[in-house]
């Protein structure tokens, strides 16, 4: 009980080596399922996320992933482990890594809006790498799914804008120009791009000309419709 209680203490005080070692010797003191031990175990779960939380904020990702498993691997049912481990992975570059622990976030709540705009993100980052490598088509797919996750980031509507520029689909990238402008018209890629779409145009003659009043009228009506479906939730 003692080492239960000093661990608890160790945690608030972010002393996280010792706070496991206290939860661990906790635990093989008390019988198992029972409340100490349930109680003791649980707060060891939760200081390896905490751990893992203080070297993501100090850059140490891969440090972070290995706390991170270790919670995993004994409660698999937390949402928010896998969130915090897929942002790990996102920040090493493991994207195939991070996508999996975000669908597996979504599983145990398929409506958790934090969970879906990360998959937009890493989508969305897919589209940068194919876009780098001149992979125009596959880009413009990446961004298309990123777009379908979520719908109000000015910058996937651009960045799909110049992977259909460059494949010189230009209706297209000049819908998706106004869809970005729409969201944010102070992106200076948006700016550049807007340059080479609509020469001798400045933003505001771009979004007021009659033919733009469509698709802007469709941008207003997602998002309106989008803040509904969140205020529902």
Same mark, same amino acid.
Request: aromatic share 12%.
């Given at each position: 009980?003692?080492?239960?209680?000093?661990?608890?203490? @160790? !945690?608030?005080?972010?002393?996280?080596?010792?706070?496991?070692? %206290?939860?661990?010797?906790?635990?093989?003191?008390?019988?198992?399922?029972?409340?100490?031990?349930? %109680?003791?175990?649980?707060?060891?779960?939760?200081?390896?996320? /905490?751990?893992?939380?203080? =070297?993501?904020?100090?850059?140490?990702?891969?440090?972070?992933?290995? @706390?991170?498993?270790?919670?995993?691997? !004994?409660?698999?049912?937390?949402?928010?482990?896998?969130?915090?481990?897929? %942002? =790990?992975?996102?920040?090493?570059?493991? @994207?195939?890594? +991070?996508? +999996? /622990?975000?669908?597996?976030?979504?599983?145990?709540?398929?409506? /958790?809006?934090?969970?879906?705009?990360?998959?937009?993100?890493?989508?969305?980052?897919?589209?940068?790498?194919?876009? &780098? #490598?001149?992979?125009? #088509? *596959?880009?413009?797919? =990446?961004?298309?799914?990123?777009?379908? =996750?979520? #719908?109000?980031?000015?910058?996937?509507?651009?960045?799909?804008?110049?992977?259909?520029?460059?494949?010189?689909?230009?209706?297209?990238?000049?819908?998706?120009?106004?869809?970005?402008?729409?969201? /944010?018209?102070?992106?200076? $890629?948006?700016?550049?791009?807007? +340059?080479?779409?609509?020469?001798?145009?400045?933003?505001?003659?771009?979004? &007021?000309?009659?033919?733009?009043?469509?698709?802007?009228?469709?941008? *207003? $009506?997602?998002?309106?419709? &989008?803040?509904? &479906?969140?205020?529902?939730?």
């Amino acid at each position: 009980y003692q080492r239960r209680v000093r661990g608890t203490l @160790l !945690r608030q005080q972010t002393q996280y080596d010792q706070a496991i070692d %206290d939860f661990m010797h906790a635990l093989s003191k008390v019988e198992e399922n029972s409340k100490p031990y349930k %109680d003791a175990f649980r707060q060891l779960v939760l200081t390896y996320n /905490d751990f893992a939380v203080e =070297c993501y904020t100090k850059g140490y990702f891969e440090e972070a992933i290995s @706390l991170l498993d270790q919670a995993i691997k !004994r409660e698999r049912n937390e949402k928010g482990f896998y969130i915090n481990r897929g %942002d =790990c992975f996102r920040m090493t570059g493991h @994207l195939n890594f +991070a996508l +999996a /622990d975000y669908q597996q976030a979504l599983e145990l709540d398929p409506q /958790d809006w934090i969970t879906i705009s990360r998959i937009s993100l890493v989508h969305h980052e897919y589209g940068v790498k194919e876009y &780098s #490598g001149k992979r125009y #088509g *596959d880009a413009e797919k =990446c961004f298309t799914t990123a777009i379908t =996750c979520n #719908g109000k980031v000015a910058q996937y509507y651009l960045s799909r804008a110049w992977a259909r520029f460059m494949q010189k689909q230009l209706p297209s990238a000049r819908a998706d120009l106004l869809r970005a402008l729409f969201l /944010d018209r102070t992106v200076e $890629e948006g700016v550049m791009l807007a +340059a080479r779409l609509y020469p001798n145009q400045n933003i505001d003659s771009i979004l &007021s000309a009659r033919s733009s009043q469509k698709i802007l009228s469709q941008m *207003d $009506e997602m998002v309106e419709n &989008s803040e509904m &479906s969140l205020i529902d939730q």
